[in-house]
């Protein structure tokens, strides 16, 4: 962490943490803990790690993934050992602790599957809304919710701008600030040719930016990865391969980092957005 953290600071760069809590990447031990010893490790944890950096980050990601409305949990949260151990109360323990580690970061909840305009998809911005409302009501610290936004070609269709739209400002209304913190397009459904997949991965990027840029709140804006030769959709997932065996494009830089189409459209977009 001191590494990358010395790095950003000498370049005059920002640096996001990601992430203090993840019910996909917890010890094994924390398995055998009771609840109060659950407790304590989580907020222990994000006590080393925020009061170590405090000062010199932008904003965490203090809890990622912890909704699915479809997981069979009548609070609509994720099936992990975090709930099970200690129950729906660890978002706010997570949040407290960060807040308490570091006043100055800004705290964001980060999660993906929002932007279709598909039944699962309204309900998981609907247990989203609900959370951010909880969080109020209790007097949970959080600054921003962040939404990944891996796109995909394929799905694209079921993108509808108003619907998105919407929703930001629903978001907005909470009183939080929006990133968009994954910004990728998982490129399966283009053609194989470059020239053509790499403009429609740009004019991907170029449609849902537009949604995104336009409401003000969304202040924040992270590709997930530098170049194609770093990205996670080739090896990370088998839904996200393309059938001919090409290697994804999903990127602003190709695999030797030579800016692509869809670095001019992205810096046109951004050039072109409302003044924040």
Known sequence: MDTFVAWARAHELKLRGHTMIWGEALPTWFGGLDRAA???AV???IADIGRHLAGRIHSWDVVNEAIKPNDGRPDRLRRTELVEKIGPEFLDIAFRAARAADPKAKLVYNDFDFELDVPEQR?????LLDLLDGFRKRGTPIDAVGLQSH???EDMPRFNEKAYGDFLREVAARGVEIMI??????DRAAP??????DAAVAATYKRFLDVALAEKPVKTVVVWGLCDRNSWI???NPRTKRADGLHPRPLLFDEEYRPKPVYTT???????APRR
């Open 38 to 40: 659950a407790v304590r």
């Open 43 to 45: 907020e222990n944890h």
């Open 123 to 127: 309900d998981k911005r609907r247990t």
């Open 151 to 153: 796109l995909s070609l």
């Open 181 to 186: 913190t994954e910004l990728d397009v998982i």
């Open 192 to 197: 194989g040719g470059i020239a053509k997949r």
């Open 234 to 236: 080739d090896w990370m």
């Open 266 to 272: 992205v810096a046109e977009v951004l050039a072109g």
